[in-house]
């Protein structure tokens, strides 16, 4: 089955400073990847994604990236406020199922 | 347009005691997850429903865990008896058919003592 490694664990970086989360999947019929943030008490929410005949997708502040060749996707955030600081996940679904596989998380904090 | 309801929010157990979560999905979703996600790690498949058929339950602990959608709308799922390992967050979401954006609901916290 799909399995998928996000890198890293935690980051923090400085107000106005760039962010980037990186994935890798293993299944390559894998072919729709959300991004999800997740604040504390709270169920995961959507922020951006991508399906497998996209490279790149923007949205504000936020880009995703697709390489399906080398099997990974990766999440820009651009100036970074002390509101993205949240955990975010990044999962991949298709190969004939709907169900998604996720990451283990990214805690992001913005520094003030 | 309202989103994924779940409750209880939190729930505080016993071990070898039961416990039932209830979603409601959003309105017009034929596909109904439940999803286990552990404290530090990414929410995990439990089942997942079409309309009131079960598509996919192959990581869910069928000797305690049960979950039903006997209209094809709201669902629970249960457990029953709790184990120390089950503490968790309990997630639902929903989704149109086929591959779409999935929602989640805010989860439901359970802590087995």
């Known amino acids: 089955g799909e399995n998928v490694e996000q890198h890293p664990s935690t980051l923090s970086v400085q107000e106005g400073d760039s962010a980037v989360i990186k994935c890798t999947y293993s299944?390559?019929?894998?072919?729709?990847f959300p991004w999800y943030k997740q604040e504390l008490g709270k169920g995961p929410q959507l922020i951006i994604d991508i399906r497998s005949n996209v490279g790149e997708k923007k949205d504000q502040r936020i880009a995703v990236t697709l390489n399906k060749t080398a099997k990974h996707f990766s999440l820009h955030i651009t100036e970074t406020q002390p509101e993205d600081s949240a955990v975010y996940f990044c999962?991949?679904?298709?190969?004939?199922?709907?169900?998604?596989?996720f990451g283990k998380g990214m805690k992001l904090t913005v520094n003030p | 347009e309202a989103g994924v309801a779940q409750s209880p929010r939190y729930k505080i157990i016993e071990k070898r005691q039961s416990v039932a979560f209830w979603c409601n999905p959003i309105s017009g979703h034929a596909t109904l997850y439940w999803y286990q996600q552990i404290l530090g790690q990414g929410p995990k498949l439990l089942i997942q429903f079409q309309n009131n058929g079960v598509v996919d339950d192959s990581q869910l602990p069928k000797d305690r865990f049960s979950a039903e959608r006997l209209k094809g709308v709201d669902s629970t799922l249960k457990i029953q008896p709790a184990k120390l390992e089950d503490s968790a967050v309990y997630l639902c979401?929903?989704?149109?058919?086929?591959?779409?954006?999935?929602?989640f609901g805010e989860g439901s916290w359970l802590t087995v003592v």
């Open positions: 299944d390559s019929a894998s072919n729709y």
């Open positions: 999962a991949a679904q298709g190969g004939g199922s709907e169900k998604l596989v």
């Open positions: 979401a929903s989704s149109l058919t086929g591959p779409n954006t999935i929602y």
